[in-house]
């Protein structure tokens, strides 16, 4: 499994962006896609994720009603839109894949992609 972080970048306070995650290697049907963020200086966090087959959805409480993670099965893609972004999203983005249902713990995902950076204005 291969993954591939895109789409970070330089955005103000209040902006918008759309992370992409394009995966490669194999079919994902019991999969789940997850994206974990690492800002300066503080250990990597759970985002939210989504499972392949039935599209559940997982978000951690600072990402719920801002943050909207969706697969692409047609490109198998995993996006992430985040709008009314603050200063404090700013991090390294990254994506992951684990066998199984949505998990916001780190240890469980054994296949990540390279980050993508982030950075919120003020």
């Known amino acids: 499994v291969q993954l591939q972080a895109s789409g970070g970048g330089l955005v103000q306070a209040g902006g918008s962006r759309r992370l992409s995650c394009a995966t490669s290697?194999?079919?994902?049907?019991?999969?789940?896609l997850a994206w974990f963020r690492q800002a300066p200086g503080k250990e990597r966090e759970f985002v939210a994720a989504?499972?392949?087959?039935?599209?559940?959805?997982l978000y951690t409480d600072s990402a719920k009603g801002r943050f909207t993670i969706s697969r692409d099965s047609a490109n198998n893609t995993v996006n992430l839109r985040m709008n009314s972004l603050k200063p404090e999203d700013t991090a390294v983005y990254y994506c992951?894949?684990?066998?199984?249902?949505?998990?916001?713990?780190?240890?469980?995902?054994?296949?990540w992609g390279q980050g993508t950076l982030v950075t919120v204005s003020s």
């Open positions: 989504i499972s392949w087959r039935d599209n559940i959805t």
């Open positions: 992951a894949a684990r066998l199984g249902f949505p998990n916001r713990f780190m240890k469980f995902y054994n296949n």
């Open positions: 290697g194999r079919t994902f049907g019991s999969y789940t």
